[in-house]
């Protein structure tokens, strides 16, 4: 960005998939009235009572600027504008990704996310296998026209295997130190149905914790057995050391992963977000996976004014900023908020739950909740939701 005074005026949210963008220009930077604004294939610019600001595209982006339309000034927020583009560069690489980290005749290390601590050592594994929805039996069931011959079956991994479920991975524990000592086997199907304190209690002992931080990372499903949430566990090659990413950052993405995968193995784009403690803490409506966010970052002073991730997303140096996005409808449903709709969502067949730890979701829902409050108002709800857009990762939120 350039200009004199000028403090960074623009946001454009691409869509890749239908080749349109929306930009909005922050009402701070337009001095007064009438303002200039330029639209080149490559670069935008703004010239308001003698200053000028300018956003010069990232490669691959090119607008078509004869297809502008939809202009509106918001008093006292910004004015919003849409058009079409040329071209749009394609999906960038992710911030982690799992599956290509566990993969067969690979050694591995595993690390808890939040400390860096090692908490497998260093592992190869001969399969590495998708592990069915967890309905699954009850969907044999409902095809079988004898009884279910998998009713007292389990899938448990032997010592080089690894399975993969929707947001935990099971691994053997062979002789894993950090095993709860003695192991105890605990039902989920036991839980929901009793919440009396002995079957709390029993809950809490198969947690799985990290030793240094005390980070909860999993719990033990019987005494050979352990899961892992794919929040609280990053796996790196043993060849390499250990690499840092920021737990915003790390929580997004992986989240981001499990709704992407999802929706399009599934064809769902409702979801619940439970914690390990059976509760539902948000709902959560996927919009789109295809957006590219571009924004001039300017002086100091405007820093998070649009800014849907916080410092944390921001680039160290450089007048543009660019995040790939997942965009998604939430509700938060702690403290009883929206009660009746969640007990619907629970119920529908066409939603998908993902449990992860319970300190975890909420971690989540304040990612969410303060994307949303960086948006220009007119933008935070949509029919009831709140908005947030996340980095590849994941805002608007339903109210």
Excluded at 88 to 110: D, H, M, T, W
Excluded at 267 to 294: A, E, H, P
Aim: charged share 20%; aromatic share 8%; hydrophobic share 35%.
């Amino acid at each position: 960005m350039g200009g004199r005074g000028m403090a960074g005026p623009f946001l454009l949210e691409i869509r890749r998939g239908t080749q349109s963008a929306m930009l909005l220009v922050r009402e701070a930077s337009l001095r007064s009235l009438p303002a200039d604004i330029s639209l080149a294939p490559a670069r935008l610019e703004l010239r308001s009572a003698g200053a000028c600001g300018a956003l010069e595209l990232p490669p691959g982006v090119s607008l078509a600027p004869g297809s502008c339309r939809g202009l509106r000034h918001l008093p006292g927020e910004c004015l919003h504008l849409r058009l079409r583009l040329r071209a749009a560069p394609g999906g960038a690489e992710l911030v982690y990704n799992l599956r290509e980290s566990l993969k067969p005749q690979k050694n591995c290390i595993f690390y808890c996310q939040s400390c860096g601590d090692v908490i497998v050592e260093e592992r190869k594994f001969l399969r590495v296998l998708p592990l069915p929805s967890e309905n699954w039996s009850a969907l044999v069931e409902e095809w079988c026209c004898h009884p279910n011959p998998f009713a007292k079956s389990t899938l448990h991994p032997q010592r080089d295997d690894c399975f993969l479920g929707d947001t935990f991975f099971l691994l053997n524990s062979g002789n894993e130190s950090h095993v709860p000592e003695p192991p105890i086997c605990f039902s989920e199907t036991s839980h929901h149905a009793s919440q009396n304190g002995s079957t709390l209690k029993s809950k809490e002992n198969t947690r799985v914790f990290c030793k240094r931080c005390k980070t909860m990372l999993g719990e033990t499903i019987s005494s050979d057995t352990i899961k892992y949430y794919v929040t609280e566990v990053i796996v790196q090659p043993s060849e390499g050391s250990f690499k840092t990413i920021p737990r915003s950052q790390f929580v997004q993405s992986m989240v981001a992963q499990c709704l992407m995968e999802l929706s399009s193995a599934k064809s769902t784009f409702r979801f619940t977000i439970k914690g390990d403690d059976g509760k539902i803490y948000i709902l959560i409506w996927l919009l789109n996976s295809d957006t590219l966010l571009v924004e001039s970052s300017g002086s100091s002073s405007s820093h998070n004014v649009f800014t849907l991730f916080g410092d944390i997303f921001m680039p160290n140096s450089g007048p543009v900023g660019t995040w790939n996005a997942v965009k998604v409808l939430y509700q938060p449903c702690i403290k009883s908020r929206n009660k009746d709709l969640a007990d619907a969502w629970e119920n529908d067949f066409g939603v998908h739950p993902l449990k992860f730890p319970s300190e975890t979701c909420l971690e989540l829902l304040l990612i969410l909740g303060l994307s949303t409050t960086s948006l220009p108002p007119s933008l935070q709800c949509m029919n009831s939701f709140q908005n947030f857009g996340a980095r590849k990762n994941l805002g608007r939120r339903w109210p």
